[in-house]
């Protein structure tokens, strides 16, 4: 299925069973949403309600039993004008994700999501850009809850960055 635009996609990773209800809101006023990983509850992804009601989730390296067989470990979503591939990140670098790696395994795609290190960061000093929304719930938050928004139409991209504080 292909996501026609102009939409909107929140992006959230890393909330490890806590989904903080100001990150809830925002996700609701958005057309789809991303979970990227650590997940860590069923709960989570319930709350997550986006317009169109598609949830789009993988697997992190803390859903294990839970979540592990029946979240993927990456996932592609298809929009009009290009492609996201969601994964943890954890695979191409424990402590901290290599982006010429997951540049590398996922080179046609427009926007590479991850998460694993909550640390909110979008770069986009090459194609395809490689952003991770921070942490969604309380585990490790670095100064605040935080996601990012995409918002597309058939030509431009926009991501912006929501930090709340603790």
Not at 1 to 6: A, F, G, K, Y
Not at 147 to 164: P, S, Y
Request: aromatic share 4%.
């Amino acid at each position: 299925m292909t996501i026609s635009s102009p939409t909107s996609i929140a992006i959230i990773s890393d909330t490890h069973a806590v989904l903080d209800e100001r990150i809830a809101a925002l996700i609701r006023q958005c057309d789809y949403a991303i979970h990227a990983g650590d997940v860590c509850g069923e709960s989570v992804l319930e709350a997550m309600q986006p317009k169109q009601g598609k949830v789009y989730a993988v697997a992190g390296n803390n859903d294990g039993y839970l979540h592990g067989n029946s979240l993927p470990q990456q996932t592609r979503i298809e929009l009009e004008s290009g492609s996201i591939v969601v994964e943890h990140g954890h695979l191409h670098g424990m402590s901290k994700p290599c982006h010429d790696s997951l540049r590398k395994a996922h080179s046609d795609a427009r926007v590479i999501v991850y998460g694993h290190t909550h640390t909110m960061l979008q770069d986009k000093s090459q194609q395809p850009w490689v952003v991770n929304p921070g942490a969604a719930g309380s585990t490790r938050t670095r100064g605040g809850p935080s996601c990012l928004v995409l918002k597309c139409d058939e030509v431009d991209w926009h991501i912006t960055e929501h930090r709340f504080s603790e």
